[in-house]
Antibody, heavy 117, light 106 residues
Framework: EVQLVESGGGLVQPGRSMKLSCAAS????????MAWVCQAPKKGLEWVATISYDGSSTYYRDSVKGRFTISRDNAKSTLYLQMDSLRSEDTATYYC??????????WGQGVMVTVSS | VQMTQSPSYLAASPGESVSISCKASKSISNNLAWYQEKPGKANKLLIHSGSTLQSGTPSRFSGSGSGTDFTLTIRSLESEDFAVYYC?????????FGAGTKLELK
């Protein structure tokens, strides 16, 4: 059974950093591109970033370019999202998702990030 | 590519059939997926490529359309179908989602 379990969320002050993790199991992690998708409170879903199966390519939405970094450790079957210079508008639930190849066939349950002073 | 879903809210009873529309701001061929969101559960991929049911999706769900206009139809609604539904285009980066349709019990 495919499982994606996010961790690392919480309350953070504007301008500070936070790192999210997503532990994957039930599939061969290094065969798949992976992504982060977010959902601000009472808003719809927004794609955040994608990393290729081997980590060689990364893609970001414009609003997070230069502030967020997606990475992966295939030996640990874990996906990461390093979020720097956080803003109030980054407040959202962040979902880890398996990307196949441009839609998302499995999702985690999400982790909440609140950016507030 | 902007994705416009309608309606935003839909009330129906078990056994009824409903349709949800998703319109793209430009042609996306058939590069469209539909997802189901339920509280406390991971989002579920229902349909990809406009009309291909993902493994495990009940046959009462169907997708149609190509180009800019797409429809998700649920026939003979069951209690477990009351949820929020999103469309997503993946014809070009960035992938974009519709705002969602909340299907509520009448």
């Amino acid at each position: 059974e495919v499982q994606l379990v996010e961790s690392g969320g919480g309350l953070v002050q504007p301008g500070r950093s936070m790192k999210l993790s997503c532990a994957a199991s039930g599939f061969t992690f290094n065969n798949y591109d992976m992504a982060w998708v977010c959902q601000a409170p009472k808003k719809g879903l927004e794609w955040v970033a994608t990393i290729s199966y081997d980590g060689s390519s990364t893609y970001y939405r414009d609003s997070v370019k230069g502030r967020f970094t997606i990475s992966r450790d295939n030996a640990k079957s874990t996906l990461y999202l390093q979020m720097d210079s956080l803003r109030s508008e980054d407040t959202a639930t962040y979902y880890c998702a398996r990307q196949l190849p441009y839609y998302f066939d499995y999702w985690g349950q999400g982790v909440m990030v609140t950016v507030s002073s | 590519v902007q994705m416009t879903q309608s309606p935003s809210y839909l009330a129906a009873s078990p056994g009824e059939s409903v349709s949800i529309s998703c319109k793209a701001s430009k042609s996306i061929s058939n590069n469209l997926a539909w997802y189901q969101e339920k509280p406390g559960k991971a989002n579920k991929l229902l349909i990809h490529s406009g009309s291909t049911l993902q493994s495990g999706t009940p046959s009462r769900f169907s997708g149609s359309g190509s180009g800019t206009d797409f429809t998700l139809t649920i026939r003979s609604l069951e209690s477990e179908d009351f949820a929020v539904y999103y469309c997503q285009q993946y014809n070009e980066y960035p992938p974009t989602f519709g705002a969602g349709t909340k299907l509520e019990l009448k």
